[in-house]
């Protein structure tokens, strides 16, 4: 069974920093790509960033690009999103997730970030 968590979210002012973390099992993490998006309340959900299966490639939506960063750790079956320099506009519920694991999509629960003063 594939399993997604997301964890890290919280309240942040405006230029602070938070590290998201998404760990994942029930499937063998290294051979797949992961990806973050975020969703604002009224918004449809986006695409934040990727990463290829090794870690060797990654990219980023225009709106984060030099102020996020992706990584992610084999093993430990987990992917970071490391959100520096944050803005109000980032506020929005991020998820984690994973594409044609034997068919099928996954996406964790979700975590909460808020960036207000």
């Known amino acids: 069974q594939v399993q997604i968590v997301e964890s890290g979210g919280g309240l942040v002012q405006p230029g602070g920093s938070l590290r998201l973390s998404c760990a994942a099992s029930?499937?063998?993490?290294?051979?797949?790509?992961m990806s973050w998006y975020r969703q604002a309340p009224g918004k449809q959900r986006d695409l934040v960033a990727s990463?290829?299966?090794?870690?060797?490639?990654?990219n980023y939506a225009d709106s984060v690009k030099g102020r996020f960063t992706i990584s992610r750790d084999n093993a430990k079956n987990t992917v970071y999103l490391q959100m520096d320099s944050l803005k109000p506009e980032d506020t929005a519920v991020y998820y984690c997730?994973?594409?044609?694991?034997?068919?099928?999509?996954?996406w964790g629960q979700g975590t909460q970030v808020t960036v207000s003063s």
């Open positions: 997730n994973v594409i044609r694991v034997r068919s099928n999509d996954y």
């Open positions: 029930g499937f063998t993490f290294s051979m797949y790509a």
């Open positions: 990463i290829g299966s090794t870690g060797g490639s990654t």
